[in-house]
């Protein structure tokens, strides 16, 4: 069966500088959901997309994700969601909770998700899933840090957000065999990737990336792109 569509997104706010290109201003991001509105689409949490998949009740669903856990996600993103009826998964780091993103070393600054924030988002319908403890590639981590990462968040994180978390992220979206094992031993019900390999399957899902740059042309480009392969 083929991957199910799922769109990644890191952070939307106003921005003067962003070198890793992962924000997306709000009117940018509001038009892109307006453009998938249109077109008959609802995004939606991994979670119920993965579900409504069993069912073969997933036409027009695609799935919304957010990597790292950025607090502008409660200010721009919440809201806009809820105009269009739509959801998301966020991932978050369960040790960076109200942090900062201190693994991007150009910066600058963005704040993360408090435990108060993150219970926030949940009691609006989205899905928190788990983006690691300290945002590490599990490719380059020894057997017990891998286990932390995968199992300790998940625990860490259902507590604080009173959800069961199912869905794990990883962080660069850098997979092995041993991170993908770690992830389906420690009771995620999938895992989120980046780029399609040998491992993709429901455990390491691919994406397709949405920037600041993705008008309605290069949208229409990447979902014909991305329709052949799904």
Same mark, same amino acid.
């Given at each position: 069966?083929?991957?199910?569509? *799922? ?14 290109? &992962?924000? &997306?201003?709000?009117?940018? +991001?509001?038009?892109?959901?307006? #453009? ?14 993965? $579900? $409504? ?8 669903? *695609? /799935? ?19 105009? +269009?009826? +739509? ?6 780091? $369960?040790? @960076?909770?109200? /942090? ?16 108060? %924030? ?11 899933? !788990?983006? /690691? ?16 990462? &995968? !199992? ?11 959800? %069961? &978390? ?6 660069? /979206?850098? *997979? ?5 094992? $770690? ?11 980046? #780029? ?26 990447? #979902?014909?792109?991305?329709? @052949?392969? #799904?």
């Amino acid at each position: 069966m083929s991957e199910p569509p *799922v769109l990644m997104y890191h952070s939307v706010a106003p921005y003067d500088q962003d070198p890793y290109l &992962v924000t &997306v201003r709000p009117a940018r +991001f509001e038009q892109q959901l307006r #453009w998938l509105h249109r077109r008959g689409l609802r995004g939606t949490s991994v979670c119920e997309l993965l $579900a $409504a998949r069993r069912d073969g009740a997933d036409r027009g669903l *695609v /799935g919304l994700t957010f990597d790292d856990g950025y607090a502008d996600f409660c200010e721009y993103v919440l809201p806009a969601l809820a105009r +269009f009826g +739509f959801t998301a998964t966020v991932f978050v780091l $369960a040790d @960076l909770l109200g /942090g900062a993103n201190i693994w991007d070393e150009a910066g600058p600054r963005k704040a993360l998700m408090t435990a108060e %924030e993150i219970r926030h988002a949940a009691e609006r319908g989205m899905e928190i899933g !788990s983006h /690691g403890r300290r945002h590490v590639s599990l490719t380059s981590t020894g057997n017990g840090e891998r286990t932390a990462e &995968v !199992s300790g968040s998940r625990a860490i994180l259902q507590e604080v957000s009173g959800q %069961e &978390v199912t869905g794990f992220c990883y962080p660069y /979206g850098q *997979v092995n065999e041993l991170a993908v094992n $770690a992830v389906r031993a420690a009771g995620y019900h999938y895992g989120c990737a980046i #780029w399609r390999s040998q491992l993709t399957g429901l455990h390491a899902l691919p994406r397709t990336y949405i920037g600041d740059r993705d008008g309605s042309l290069r949208l229409l480009a990447k #979902w014909y792109r991305h329709q @052949l392969r #799904w």
